[in-house]
């Protein structure tokens, strides 16, 4: 028996194989019909499409064959692929290539083979549509160019159902840009609804107050009233300009999250630290619950924005009381609770926290005006995690904002 040589240019033609994606696939009618009428063409039991790997030869579609595959040092088409014309056996037992090979002594009992390579568009013999029979034979003129054209005819089946797949993918490529594009629209009409609805307003008192200002027609104590009056409405802008940028970096950025590792505590010291003086200024006392060296995996970025957001809306509503950042922990979620003792809420103002298209704010206990956007991005960030923002609350005994994430998310690692 002569085992089939290498192809020179096999690396090429392997990965043109491949690129086809039909090694191990499911049958397919229209194939196994053109294998059935080249039996019948051909007059032999046994007809195959078979595709040669860098191991075996695997049959895409059989008439009179029970196995799938076989190796390649025994297959006939691993030799009939070295030509580009037909490669005919009138009788194996008398052809020294192939006398003692293992399928001419047992089953399938192969005598006479005959096989057309399959030439795909790169020019690469993928394999062969081949015809087989236990009794030696030759083909007639007519049976071979039938055969030649039965082979044009899967070659193009094979290259139709590539474009398709290419095809299918683009498309699959398009509408995830479609549904991109349109998130992005969403995303940009709502910004400009914030900024229209949200950001207008503050932006006309603090330039009504600028012009009480230079004026010049003030006394001093309405100077200082004014001053304090002006102060307090920039923090709250600078806010929600903060708060608006967040949620438009989130929402366009399609980048996933930041997995960073760090000391949670260090975190929410870092963040009542910065409400302190409003704190203070309103008789609250500020309680880092979170033990030293609770290190987390998150996104640090969204974590600073949580904490800054839930413990300033504490403050907002609490007066001569005590707000608290703590962390629970489970095998599978990460708790951080921020609770306060401050005014509480209804039900039904729960409810109406998220609605984006009518969100309606409370007044602090100091008249502290608000956007209501915070909490909802907060939300989103949530979600972001697998997890919840829950809310527990009562009228005058306080409120306990839960934002929990999944500890089993994806992420990217941190490039800090």
């Known amino acids: 028996m002569v085992v089939p040589s290498v192809p020179e240019n096999e690396l090429e033609r392997l990965a043109d194989l491949l690129s086809y994606d039909i090694l ?25 499409i078979s595709l040669i790997d860098d191991k075996r030869q695997w049959f895409k579609a059989r008439k009179g064959l029970d196995a799938q595959e076989t190796s390649k040092e025994f297959a006939f088409c691993a030799h009939a692929i070295h030509g580009n014309d037909l490669f005919m056996v009138p009788n194996a037992l008398e052809d020294e290539r192939f006398w003692d090979n293992p399928l001419v002594e047992g089953r399938p009992d192969i005598r006479f083979y005959a096989g057309v390579p399959l030439t795909s568009a790169q020019g690469h013999n993928l394999g062969t549509l081949c015809v087989i029979g236990t009794e030696p034979a030759t083909l007639t003129e ?37 549904e991109e594009l349109s998130s992005h629209n969403k995303t940009l009409t709502r910004l400009l609804s914030i900024i229209g609805h949200d950001l207008k307003g503050p932006v006309e008192n603090l330039k009504q107050l600028f012009s009480l200002f230079v004026s010049a027609k003030l006394s001093k104590e309405e100077i200082d ?46 963040q009542l630290h910065r409400i302190k003086g409003s704190a203070v200024a309103k008789g609250n006392s500020l309680l880092n619950k979170v033990k030293k060296g609770s ?32 962390l629970e922990e489970s095998e599978d979620l990460s708790r951080i609770v921020v609770a306060d003792t401050g005014q509480g809420m209804s039900q039904e103002a729960i409810k109406a926290l998220f609605n984006w298209n009518d969100r309606r704010t409370t007044a602090g206990t100091l008249g502290e005006k608000g956007s209501g956007l915070g909490l909802l991005i907060v939300r989103q960030f949530a979600s972001q995690y697998n997890g919840r923002l829950i809310i527990e609350s009562e009228v005058g005994k306080g409120t306990k904002v839960v934002f929990e994430m999944a500890k089993d998310i994806d992420m990217e690692p941190s490039t800090d």
Do not use: M, Y
């Open 142 to 178: 007519e049976q071979i160019r039938a055969l030649q054209i039965l082979a044009k005819q899967v070659v193009t089946h094979f290259e139709l159902r590539k474009n398709n797949r290419h095809l299918t993918e683009a498309l699959k490529t398009v509408d995830k840009q479609k």
């Open 225 to 270: 009233s004014l001053a304090a009056d002006l102060n307090g409405r920039l923090e709250s802008t600078s806010d929600l300009l903060g708060n608006l940028l967040s949620w438009a970096t989130s929402q366009l950025n399609d980048a996933s999250l930041q997995s960073d590792k760090f000391d949670l505590h260090d975190i929410a010291e870092e």
């Open 295 to 326: 290190v987390i995996t998150a996104d640090r970025d969204i974590i600073r924005f949580v904490i800054r957001n839930l413990i300033t809306n504490a403050n907002k509503f609490t007066s001569e009381g005590a707000i608290s950042v703590a």
């Open 24 to 48: 191990d696939t499911p049958a397919e009618e229209e194939l196994n019909e053109i294998v059935q009428l080249a039996s019948d063409v051909c007059n032999t039991p046994i007809s195959l």
